[in-house]
């Protein structure tokens, strides 16, 4: 396989195509997708001062105008798909593996006190429906999928499924299965 950069393969779980760089711009259109590239974009250049402001301006402008409050300090691996775009917050200090797909109105939050004071990981092959509540220095497995509201501040396995608020687990090895395509 050639050897794809990270936006052909966010914009590859989308459709199932590799794309030119043309073609990526072309499917800017679609909001989730739009986000997604100025993201990457302020990702790549975090390090260098000219170019990390530019895309920190453009970013922070699309926050605004799509809902979507990740942050080019955040950690996400590739093939991220946002499903549906609105009122998305992720801390800049949390972890996102490959393959993830993430609803509109899901939160990743910090925790302020106790325990799990701290931030989230969570690991690959992760869906996250809409309005999912995932907060805490806690750690997300390969596989999972967190329903839609499910409130999670604990550890959950890999292959597995959460459900509820408060959330409980469900092991399903299948966990994913429908849910996640097109994976890079």
């Not at 989230?120 to 690991?123: A, L, R, S, T």
């Not at 995932?134 to 806690?138: C, D, M, P, Q």
């Given at each position: 396989m050639p050897d794809y950069t990270i936006i052909q393969k966010d914009f590859y779980r989308e459709s199932g195509?590799?794309?030119s760089p043309l073609k990526i711009w072309a499917k800017c259109i679609n909001p989730n997708l739009h986000y997604v590239y100025i993201?990457?974009?302020a990702q790549r250049y975090k390090h260098n001062p000219v170019p990390a402001l530019f895309w920190k301006i453009i970013l922070r402008h699309y926050q605004i105008k799509y809902g979507f409050q990740i942050y080019?300090?955040?950690e996400i691996g590739e093939g991220l798909y946002l499903g549906h775009w609105g009122a998305l917050v992720i801390?800049?200090?949390a972890k996102?593996?490959?393959n993830c797909n993430i609803a509109q109105g899901v939160t990743i939050g910090q925790q302020n006190r106790g325990k799990n004071e701290g931030y989230?990981?969570?690991?690959d092959e992760v869906w996250i429906g809409p309005n999912a509540v995932?907060?805490?220095?806690?750690s997300i497995g390969n596989n999972v999928l967190i329903a839609p509201n499910a409130y999670v501040n604990f550890d959950v396995p890999s292959d597995s499924m959460v459900m509820g608020n408060p959330?409980?687990?469900y092991p399903n090895t299948e966990a994913t299965a429908g849910y996640i395509n097109n994976k890079v």
């Open positions: 195509k590799w794309l993201l990457r974009k080019p300090e955040t801390n800049p200090k996102i593996g490959r989230p990981v969570i690991g995932i907060v805490g220095s806690i959330g409980k687990i």
